[in-house]
Structure formats: C-alpha cells, structure tokens
C-alpha cells in the first residue's frame, strides 16, 4: 500500500533529525553509556538504521521506521529512569530519534501533552546550559535553542517529497549535528 504524503513528510522529518541527532547517540560521549548500552544489540541495528536513514540518496519505507523504532526502544530500556552527567546526551538523542520515529508511524499525536517540537527544544536547551556551566563558548547566547527553532520551522513546512527544500534541511542538520557533537565533546572533556 503506497504511503501517504502525510506520512512521507513524517519520514522525512525524522531523516533530517537523524542527520543531527545520531552522531550524538553513536558517539563515545560518554563511556558509561557505551558501557551500558554497547551489548544491547538493538544498538547496533539502531546504528545501522540510523546510518542508512542519514543518506539522502537511500528510500526509507515506514517498516524501516517501525523496525528502527524497535531498535531505539531496545536501547533505551537499560535505563529505568532519564539518566544525569554525561550519559544523558546520547540516551536522550536516542530518545529524540524514538519519538520521531513515533511520530512518524502516528504512535505520537500531534497533541501529545509534550510536543515533539518541546521535547527537541529541551535538549537544545540543555546543550546551551551544559556549554555555559562547563565554560565553553557557544558561537552566542543560546545558540542550539535557536538554531532548533529555525530547523523546527524548516521541518514543519517539508512537503513530503525528496526535493531541493528537504535537502536544505538535511544540510544543516548535518550541520548542527557536528556542532552538537563538538561542542558537547569539549563540555564533557572540560567537566
């Protein structure tokens, strides 16, 4: 059954939050996340999902979403609760990448208590907090909470199909995606 260009754009939304949030999750920004995670082998197929999702060039079917959707699940269940310090980047990235993955298969209404567009905007916050408690200079103030809400309005206006405007998207994600990575690797180094 061909797929609605609902759920197209929804997919597209969660490619582009690939490109900036699955470098966090697959770094080694923190070893006891490795520690905690690395044998779970929904990771690994998580990894892989992830990586094939990221490359503009490749299709992406709503059963690839449901299948990464499982995968995140499986890493995320070995933590009970949401974790501190350094572990909670990548577990909240994959996090991230789970609720665009429910998002994208409709398991998260758009009216959801926490919007999706909240639950980024938390991180992106938090990102900036960690940067100014740790002493390492952001390009300027709050600068990842700004640069999700531009990102949230390219999302949202996305039309469903592989154009020039959602490769746009994918670019800056990228983009942010290595920041994020920099920037929170120096943070964490510096704590």
């Known amino acids: 059954m061909p797929e609605s260009l609902e759920n197209s754009r929804r997919i597209l939304r969660l490619r582009v939050a690939m490109r900036r949030f699955a470098p966090i999750f697959e770094s080694d920004l923190s070893d006891e996340w490795l520690m905690l995670s690395g044998g779970i082998p929904g990771r690994a197929e998580s990894i ?68 999706l567009e909240e639950w980024v905007a938390r991180f992106a916050r938090h990102v900036d907090w960690q940067l100014e408690k740790s002493g390492i200079p952001a390009p300027e103030p709050a600068f990842f909470a700004r640069q999700e809400e531009a990102l ?40």
């Open 48 to 115: 892989r999902l992830a990586q094939i999702s990221s490359d503009d060039e490749n299709a992406v079917s709503l059963e690839d979403v449901e299948q990464l959707q499982s995968s995140l699940g499986e890493v995320l269940d070995v933590l009970d609760e949401d974790p501190v310090g350094d572990v909670y980047y990548p577990y909240t990235a994959a996090m991230l990448l789970e609720l665009y993955c429910r998002s994208a298969t409709g398991d998260l209404p758009d009216d959801a208590p926490v919007s």
């Open 152 to 191: 949230a309005a390219l999302e949202v206006s996305l039309s469903g199909n592989r154009d020039a405007a959602w490769l746009d998207a994918m670019e800056k994600s990228g983009q942010l995606g290595e920041q994020y990575l920099r920037h929170l690797t120096r943070a964490v180094r510096a704590g």
